[in-house]
């Protein structure tokens, strides 16, 4: 009995992997202070519609960014949302209890599309890779690497700030 699963694992039941993980996070803070923020790359809306629950779900003040690889600020957001309700469905839970304000998108670093490196997400793969051994790939996750970098510069995020940067994989592009 074959179950499909589509790009991302963007169902409702594919994103709960995702809010699942984020229990883990909190397990591994043994009772210190979660994150004030987690960025990460977000285009089929799973991953954000996973740890955007995950946060309700566990009760965290977590502020989610997603940063686009390629969609619209306001569609991704919508569709993460949908997300985010079906979960509260798969788990029998009233809509409301994981709702809140709309989920965070940011789509200023798409650049030419999927696929296409920008200058500011070529950076941040030379500088995670000589910096911190970190390895991100130019189609995605160096986008929204790029993206915390820009924050950080800008001053967006507090002094006191801890972020978290949720790294969704990639690497292997790299050696495409």
């Given at each position: ?23 883990e996070?909190?397990d ?21 519609a ?16 997603g940063?686009?690889a390629?969609e ?16 509260a ?8 209890r ?8 940011d ?46 510069r ?23």
């Open positions: 009995r074959p179950f499909i699963v589509p790009l991302g694992a963007s169902t409702p039941r594919g994103a709960l992997g995702l809010a699942q993980g984020v229990g996070l909190v591994q803070l043994g009772g210190q202070r979660p994150p004030d923020v987690i960025v990460h790359a977000s285009s089929s809306g799973g991953t954000q996973g740890l955007v629950a995950g946060c309700r779900l566990f009760d965290l003040p977590t502020r989610v960014v940063i686009s390629d619209e600020a306001g569609a991704l957001s919508a569709l993460v949302a949908a997300l985010v309700a079906g979960i469905g798969e788990l029998g839970l009233a809509a409301d994981l709702g809140g304000p709309a989920p965070e998108v789509d200023r670093f798409v650049g030419g599309g999927y696929g296409v490196p920008t200058d500011a997400s070529r950076e941040a793969v030379d500088l995670a890779a000589r910096t911190e051994a970190l390895f991100v790939d130019h189609t995605y996750t160096a986008k929204a690497l790029a993206a915390l970098i820009a924050y950080a800008e001053g967006r995020f507090e002094n006191a700030a801890t972020v978290l940067f949720w790294h969704t994989g990639g690497q292997v592009g790299l050696f495409a």
